[in-house]
């Protein structure tokens, strides 16, 4: 409960989302950096140290960028900010097609001859599928 509490707080959802932009665009910023050096690279732990901080670095803040020009506009134009969470579910239940059975109306397991046309390959499918 505490660990669901903790992670699911309101203030790890930028950081989250800016960690996603991170994960897309740090082969970029690795490829630039490795690429535009001329001389051969002389493996030490200062240089570890520093080619780490400038990658996180340049990743995190390109990141960033990208997060508040390009990912968070177009999240405001495709998201109606004026509709009420009430109409923000995916697919209203009362407008569920008579097609979809709930879970207590299933069967155990469903017939070929019942099973909606679009879904069967007769010469590809057992006489009945489980549901479980």
Same mark, same amino acid.
């Given at each position: 409960?505490?660990?669901?509490?903790?992670?699911?707080?309101?203030?790890?959802?930028?950081?989250?989302?800016? @960690?996603?932009?991170?994960?897309?665009?740090? +082969?970029?910023?690795?490829?630039?950096?490795?690429?535009?050096?001329?001389? *051969?690279?002389?493996? @030490?732990?200062?240089?570890?140290? @520093? @080619?780490?901080?400038?990658?996180?670095?340049?990743?995190?803040?390109?990141?960033?960028?990208?997060?508040?020009?390009?990912?968070?506009?177009? $999240?405001?134009?495709? *998201?109606?900010? /004026?509709? %009420?969470?009430?109409?923000?579910?995916?697919? +209203?239940?009362?407008?569920?097609?008579?097609?979809?059975?709930?879970?207590?109306?299933? +069967? /155990? /397991?469903? %017939?070929?001859?019942?099973? +909606? /046309?679009?879904?069967?390959?007769?010469?590809?499918? %057992?006489? $009945?599928?489980?549901?479980?």
């Amino acid at each position: 409960a505490y660990v669901n509490a903790f992670l699911s707080w309101t203030a790890w959802q930028p950081a989250g989302k800016v @960690s996603y932009v991170a994960y897309l665009v740090h +082969p970029g910023v690795l490829l630039t950096y490795f690429c535009s050096t001329s001389r *051969m690279v002389e493996y @030490s732990d200062g240089w570890y140290a @520093s @080619s780490y901080t400038f990658t996180c670095v340049w990743t995190f803040g390109v990141a960033l960028l990208f997060y508040l020009f390009v990912e968070q506009p177009l $999240a405001n134009l495709l *998201m109606p900010a /004026a509709a %009420p969470d009430d109409q923000m579910s995916a697919w +209203p239940l009362d407008k569920m097609p008579a097609a979809w059975p709930l879970d207590d109306q299933m +069967p /155990a /397991a469903w %017939p070929l001859d019942q099973m +909606p /046309a679009a879904w069967r390959h007769d010469d590809q499918m %057992p006489a $009945a599928w489980p549901l479980d």
